[in-house]
């Protein structure tokens, strides 16, 4: 089997080397031919179609580069039948359409048959359209199915767009013209085709298994051959086998000459032959393939190429599309069109057909748009041009017809270039494409009411909603009992998180209905960013995380701006933060975007990131779009209705900015958004440094990277020089180096957390080592002692996560 393959691989290779060459020398005397064949190729090309062929006595399908494609395939499959075609079909659409293969086979006429496949990979749902039609068998050749088959699954949804570019390689013509004969190792010929019947005149039946090529060979050229060979390769060739394949052994490439052949009836004829070597599987000399041509028969190459054009006209024929030719140019006079093409235009046989008639009824609103896309193609060299025109016959009543035409413009040297074009009536495309279009405009009505009534309605519903969290408040502060209060709570929180959900609903309903305008008020960055914090603060200790914020002293003290809905987006990140982290802590960072440039306005950057649960790469596509998260285990787990991060990208959209997210699955997230601010009218105050800035070197002590990177970064932001610790133990040591090196710190920071008393001995110890310079100590609680400034020599004792003010006036 493998040998086999081989033979049929080098068989097509050589098949395809010699029908070139041939059509070389016979290109001068198939002038015309050629012309349309390249005509009819390119009318392909522009339909964007594939084809095929049935052989309707074997079976065998022939199909054009490309067919396979169309069913999820990058290239041609190896082997395709009946069976594999059906198996791409749903089964709802099998029995149709093996009824109408049936029926086409049975001599219907052909009509377009359209059915939905199931695409190979990805498992997606299209429509295939495919025009079949049969055509009986003649003398030349049996009978045959031609078909062609194009994707309509764009068609289908009513949009318009241009079918899959279809590449015509090179057009296989009929092996019988040439004789293909193999060989075993030995020299007995294994295979002697029809053209090799024809050729010389024996059957297969005398040859194959019984003979070698030796009797087709006049014995004085394989003695001259030897003898060539012989000096060539510098070792003894024998004439015989040797002679024919001698070369093709020593060189590993097919070896070709030229040699008068000999027939049964002992006429000869000179040939071109290629000789190759055929290798088995273990790479051993299987046999030999040889393949020739009658060179003095030119008549089989244009009988071929004849049969080539044959087959793409059928099959033009059978697309329902129409070919036309013309001049392109100052000349407009026509070259070529087929009857299709008349009657798409609306011409009868009677009627006289020319370009300028068929222009008169193109209605002249669209004569312009077809001229140009005509001449942008011509100017751009691009693959080629489509347009849609509307063309109605004289005196012809009712809607005009649309027509759909495609092409391009050939250029050769020293010839006025051609226009190539395919046309189709696509009227009823056409027309569900407006009723699309009208059904389109209705929806989006409804959703406009929609959204009107939505908002109207949430309105109506949190006025009494804040009644029952109010009456639930007053409800609380009475005396009840354990479980009357349990209750009660019950309720307060319920409302709370429907209060939450009507006003998510109301934003985006304003959003989507244009009415959410913006303010634009003098705010204190500082205390917005640091005032969402402080809500969301217990949430976080609730669940053991830490909460820093950073806000870049550089940055100045006021904007102007509508700090209402930034204090929203933050409170609604720096919330998913804290639900979607079970460790270590969230990160408010505000900064400029990127260097500061002076100016009444600035871009600032505001990121959230968490230690979190991160989102997947696939998950990170949908964020941001209304009512979706994640994905659904999410929703079940941690709640929500997935309308948070829409309103915040609607949001920062509104005040001119852009958000993004940045995460790895299991690692974290930070979403970040960025937006122009304006510096409030007199100028851009910036914080004063405060009491900082007579420290010169300090050491940050924090068991919490998050607060300890914080505090490293305000501390930098105002030139002192730092170093790092997450040991209380380590920092007395380090003060200790430190001052042997003559480099003491005049300020040590300690992050305390629940470890109160780690920091007062860190303190102490400090404070009392004798060759050690006395810097000041600053702690930072997190609110669970009951320290007093001064206690342990603290200058100064400040809660977590620390405030900017707070600190810079410590």
Known sequence: ILTFGAAIATLL?????????????????????????????????????????????????????????????????????????????????RDRVDAALQAVMGGANPSALEFRILRHGDQALRWLSVMVKLVPSDSRQAAEMVGGIRDITEQKQLEIERLSALEWQRTMLNASSYSI?????????????????????????????????????????????????????????????????????????????????????????????SISVLHGPNGEISGYL???????????????????????????????????????????????????????????????????????????????????????????NSTGFEAEFRMQNPGEQGPPRWIRARGKILQEADKTPRLVATVRDVTSEVGKRHEFTAALAAA?????????????????????????IGMADLLMETELSEEQRNYARIVQQSGSSLLLLINDILDFSKIEAGKLDLEKVNFSLVNLVETQADVLLAKAREKNLSLVTY????????????????????????????????????SIHVDYH?????????????????????????????????????????ARKYGGTGLGLSICKRLVELMGGTIGVSSVEGEGSTFWFDVTLEAPRGGIPIWPKGQLARYSRALVADGDPLA???????????????????????????????????????????????????????????????????????????????????????????????????????
């Open 181 to 273: 004969i193999s060989t075993d190792a030995n020299g007995i010929i294994q295979t002697f085709n029809r053209a090799s019947t024809e050729l010389f005149g024996y059957s297969a039946e005398e040859i194959e298994g019984k003979q070698t090529p030796v009797i087709f060979y006049r014995e004085d050229e394989v003695r001259g051959r030897a003898q060539a060979l012989t000096l060539e390769l510098g070792r003894p060739v024998a004439p015989g086998l040797d002679a024919f394949t001698a070369k093709a052994r020593a060189f590993l490439q097919a070896d070709e000459n030229e040699w008068t052949f000999v027939r049964k009836d002992g006429s000869q004829f000179p040939v071109s032959l």
């Open 594 to 634: 990127s260097e500061y440039q002076a100016g009444a306005t600035q871009k600032v950057r505001f990121a959230v990131t968490d230690s979190g649960i991160g989102i997947s790469a696939q998950a990170q596509k949908r964020l941001f779009q209304p009512f979706v998260q994640g994905d659904d285990s999410t």
């Open 551 to 586: 806000i870049s002293p550089s940055l100045p003290r006021e904007f102007l701006g509508d700090s209402g809905r930034l204090g929203q987006i933050l409170l609604n990140l720096t919330s998913n933060a804290i639900k979607f982290s079970s460790r270590g802590g969230v």
């Open 13 to 93: 290779n050589f098949f395809l080397h010699h029908f070139f060459r041939s059509r070389r020398d016979a290109f001068l005397k198939a002038k015309e031919i050629i012309a349309l064949n390249t005509r009819l190729r390119v009318a392909l090309e522009a339909a964007q179609m594939a084809t095929f062929t049935i052989d309707v006595a074997t079976g065998n399908i022939w199909r054009s580069e490309g067919h396979d494609q169309l069913f999820g395939h990058v290239e041609n499959l190896p082997r395709w039948n009946r069976e594999t075609f059906k198996g791409y079909i749903i089964p709802e659409d």
């Open 290 to 380: 040889g393949i020739s041509s009658d060179l003095t028969e030119k008549r089989k190459v244009l009988q071929a190429m004849q049969q080539s054009n044959d087959r793409l006209l059928r099959v033009i024929e059978s697309s329902g599309e129409g070919i036309w030719e013309r001049e392109y140019g100052s000349s407009v006079n026509l070259q070529h069109k087929d009857d299709h093409a008349k009657k798409i235009f609306g011409f009868n046989d009677e009627e006289e057909f020319s370009y300028e008639k068929v222009v008169e009824r193109i209605l002249p609103d669209d004569r312009g748009p077809l001229n140009r896309a005509i001449k942008d193609h011509f100017d751009s």
């Open 708 to 810: 300890k990177e914080t505090m490293l970064k305000y501390l930098r932001a105002l030139g002192i020089e730092t170093e790092e610790t997450n040991s209380f133990v380590r920092a007395i040591k380090l003060t200790e180096l430190a001052a042997k090196e003559g480099k003491g710190f005049d300020l040590v920071v300690f992050g305390a957390g629940t470890n109160i008393e780690g920091a007062l001995f860190a303190a102490s110890s400090i404070a009392m080592a004798r060759d050690t310079a006395k810097p000041d100590f600053i702690l930072l609680d997190e609110m669970r002692s009951r320290l007093k400034a001064g206690d342990a020599r603290f200058t100064a004792i400040l809660n977590k996560p620390i405030k900017q003010a707070v600190l810079f006036e410590a």
């Open 444 to 468: 989006q009505e409804a959703a406009q009411a929609k959204t009107e009534f939505l908002a109207s309605m949430s309105h109506e519903i949190r006025t009494p909603l804040n009644g029952v």
